[in-house]
Nanobody, 125 residues
């Protein structure tokens, strides 16, 4: 079992930065792929970024490339999403997700077994 708790969301002006954190419990954390997804009001949940179990491989959605960075600290059981250059269209609830597969950086929400409760990010223009 893996339990995930996000933190770090909030209100920021366009062009600003935020760092989201996802604290994980459970021995499976250090082995599995972790991902970040987001869901804007009235829209489907969409992939943002994923990182392999050993942290050496990452994958980003086109909207996140060059602005967002995913990282993980397996010793501290935490995964991060550093966001810079935020835009109003980045406004959404951001979710941390985990799967037991350590390698496959899936961009499908259905590939992830465990989910956090979400953290609101609001970017004002």
């Amino acid at each position: 079992q893996v339990q995930l708790v996000e933190s770090g969301g909030g209100l920021v002006q366009a062009g600003g930065s935020l760092r989201l954190s996802c604290a994980a419990s459970g021995r499976a954390f250090s082995r599995g792929v972790m991902g970040w997804f987001r869901q804007a009001s009235g829209k489907e949940r969409e992939f943002v970024a994923a990182i392999s179990g050993n942290g050496r491989s990452t994958r980003y959605a086109d909207a996140a490339k060059g602005r967002f960075t995913i990282s993980r600290d397996n010793a501290g059981n935490t995964v991060y999403l550093q966001m810079v250059g935020l835009k109003p269209e980045d406004t959404a609830v951001y979710y941390c997700a985990a799967r037991l597969d350590p390698i496959s950086l899936s961009d499908s929400r259905w590939a992830y077994t465990y989910w956090g409760q979400g953290s609101q990010v609001t970017v004002s223009s």
